[in-house]
């Protein structure tokens, strides 16, 4: 069964400032997506970044980043010039992408990121 | 707006009783997916259903069970409610159950005192 691991429960940083969160996953499946999903205070989930396992290079969204380390099964969440409103918390998700018909998203247990002014 | 719309928004009922949530996927959407978030458990996947049918089923325990209507909407019963099932139940969709994204909607806030 895949894990998804998120080994950071809170995490602070500085308004403008750099912050990067880690994930990790355990899974024997080659094709497979990464997500990380912000969930502010008002509990919608936003789909923050998307990374497919064929590709090599990291996915880029704005002020968002990853580092996918596909060999060593990690994923994390680097945002940039920190704003109040990335102040929520955070999940990694992990979804297969062959090899069946269950597509279901497997997520880490969040990472609550706050933000400093 | 993700386009799902989940119904109540907040439900707050006794133990041992049934409720019912309601999720409208977003237009066109044939897929529905069933997330339960609490504190101790983190988000699991409760169930997944595409045109209809049944499709995956994850974490659902028996006395919960859910279905798809010709209209594609969706809704997921749980009955003989424990103080253990307070939690936030997310309806999410997509276009086929097998594409790169899944809409969620905001969710459906249940305590159970």
């Known amino acids: 069964a895949q894990t998804v691991t998120q080994s950071q429960p809170e995490m602070s940083v500085q308004e403008a400032e750099t912050v990067t969160l880690s994930c990790t996953y355990d899974?024997?499946?080659?094709?497979?997506?990464l997500f990380w999903y912000k969930q502010p205070p008002s509990r919608q989930m936003i789909l923050v970044i998307r990374?497919?396992?064929?590709?090599?290079q990291n996915a880029t969204e704005n002020r968002f980043s990853v580092n996918f380390q596909k060999a060593a099964k990690s994923f994390s969440l680097k945002i940039s010039d920190s704003q109040l409103g990335d102040a929520a918390m955070y999940f990694c998700a992990y979804r297969r992408n062959s090899g069946g018909s269950n597509y279901k998203l497997t997520f880490g247990k969040g990472t609550l990121l706050t933000v400093n002014p | 707006d993700s386009g799902v719309t989940q119904t109540p928004k907040h439900l707050i009922t006794a133990t041992g009783q049934r409720v019912t949530l309601r999720c409208s996927p977003r237009s066109g959407d044939l897929s529905v997916y069933w997330y339960q978030q609490s504190l101790d458990q983190g988000l699991q996947f409760l169930i997944q259903?595409?045109?209809?049918?049944?499709?995956a089923k994850g974490n659902i325990l028996e006395r919960f069970s859910a279905q798809q209507f010709p209209d594609l909407h969706s809704e997921l019963n749980l009955s003989s409610l424990e103080l253990g099932d307070s939690a936030l139940y997310f309806c999410?969709?997509?276009?086929?159950?097998?594409?790169?994204?899944?809409?969620f909607g905001e969710g459906s806030r249940l305590t159970v005192l």
């Open positions: 259903y595409y045109n209809g049918e049944e499709r």
């Open positions: 899974t024997s499946e080659s094709d497979y997506y």
């Open positions: 990374q497919e396992a064929y590709k090599q």
């Open positions: 999410a969709s997509s276009r086929t159950g097998n594409d790169r994204e899944l809409f």
